[in-house]
């Protein structure tokens, strides 16, 4: 099997306890040739010492940091890469072909508050995002992962008006027509809560309803539906195969005013500790047990088991039939399979997708893809 370049080297979480380590050691140069093995970095906490080796054979591209600095889990180290003049993955090729001198003056230039320490990959990821950097902390190195999650904060902070007037407390509308919003609609009947108004979907051109609920339009018409009475809605659409256009959607909904409700299927069971932010569904027989923390807009699909002292992180999905032994921590869009166990205590990074069927025994780091009926690692 042909081996896919570049490939990400990332910082691992060596303490569940301490995020933060040290580099004291780099083996390693920008370009240099490495085998399989080879060590790349030592890095430190307060509890332990650790090092990096090179998971396959290639040229060290992208190298992030210096001898001496502070990296978070999860943070890109480097990468490896096929050739040593290969561009690291957001790195245009007008700044690749620059000198380092010209490098170093094009960011000196830059509006870079004073004081901020921030990684490259986070700096690029805050600029096409258009995150004013002065909101980013001083003082610590920050890192993309910082930089997304900052950035879900900002969509769960948007304020919503006071509503005036006369307005029907328990009207819903449903956003999204497709499978996922059918079960939401027979989810929602069965609760026996909420009236709903009707769906939208702006890829509905030909239906007029779905299970007797009308189609009423697209994005278009959200205001006008908000200002008829309707401030309720729930997100039906999935975002499998890309989170973004979920998120999309509830922010959308968060401009025009709309509160998105935690809904729950009678069969379904939580217990009284566990938090459920706005925006979570679960789906029937499924569990969540003591202390568990479901972040915003989660989806706990159907006979999924969520243990004691679990934390799922904003816009993840655990697929139908997923088991979380206690005190697993799952990561902000995160898309876990059906079938798959994660053990006790394991962390996953955020953005991490793993496949159906897979047994996960240690920590993922973020944006790992494992594929389906593996076992991790």
């Not at 490259?120 to 992962?145: H, Y």
């Not at 009475?229 to 989170?243: K, M, P, Y």
């Not at 998105?260 to 379904?268: E, N, Q, R, Y």
């Not at 006979?303 to 979380?324: E, K, M, R, W």
Request: hydrophobic residues 40%; charged residues 20%; proline residues 6%.
């Amino acid at each position: 099997m042909t081996t896919k370049y570049p490939i990400p080297i990332y910082v691992p979480l060596i303490n569940p306890n301490e995020r933060e380590a040290q580099l004291v050691a780099l083996q390693v140069n920008e370009g240099d040739y490495v085998e399989h093995g080879h060590e790349i970095c030592t890095l430190e906490t307060t509890k332990s010492t650790t090092s990096i080796e090179a998971e396959t054979e290639g040229y060290i591209i992208g190298l992030q940091f210096s001898e001496g600095q502070t990296v978070n889990a999860g943070d890109i180290l480097c990468y490896l890469a096929d050739s040593a003049d290969q561009i690291p993955p957001g790195t245009s090729i007008s700044d690749a072909g620059r000198s380092t001198e010209d490098k170093e003056n094009l960011e000196n230039q830059s509006e870079i508050p004073e004081g901020l320490r921030i990684t490259k990959p986070a700096l690029v990821l805050a600029r096409q995002k258009n995150f004013d950097l002065e909101n980013l902390p001083i003082g610590p190195l920050v890192t993309e992962d910082i930089v997304r999650n900052l950035l879900s904060e900002s969509l769960k902070q948007i304020e919503y008006p006071v509503i005036e007037g006369d307005f029907t407390p328990t009207s819903i509308i449903i956003y999204g027509g497709g499978g996922h919003g059918k079960t939401l609609i027979e989810l929602i009947r069965k609760m026996g809560v909420y009236q709903i108004v009707g769906i939208v979907d702006d890829g509905i051109d030909e239906i007029d309803e779905i299970f007797d609920i009308p189609v009423i339009g697209g994005n278009d018409i959200l205001s006008a539906l908000y200002s008829s009475g309707v401030h309720l809605a729930v997100n039906a659409v999935g975002g499998v195969g890309d989170t973004s256009i979920r998120i999309k959607v509830f922010h959308r909904l968060g401009e025009v005013g709309y509160v998105c409700p935690p809904v729950l299927h009678p069969t379904a069971y939580v217990e009284p500790s566990a938090i459920l932010f706005p925006g979570v569904q679960v789906f029937a027989h499924a569990y969540v047990g003591s202390e568990a923390r479901i972040g915003f807009g989660a989806i706990i699909n159907t006979g999924t088991i969520i243990s004691h002292g679990c934390t799922v992180g904003d816009y993840a999905h655990i697929s139908p039939g997923a088991i979380l032994a206690g005190d697993v921590t799952i990561g902000n869009g995160v898309l876990i399979g059906m079938g798959t166990t994660v053990n006790l205590g394991v962390e996953i990074g955020n953005g991490a997708r793993i496949g159906n069927g897979v047994t996960v025994k240690e920590n993922v780091p973020t944006q790992t893809i494992i594929k389906a009926g593996t076992i991790w690692p």
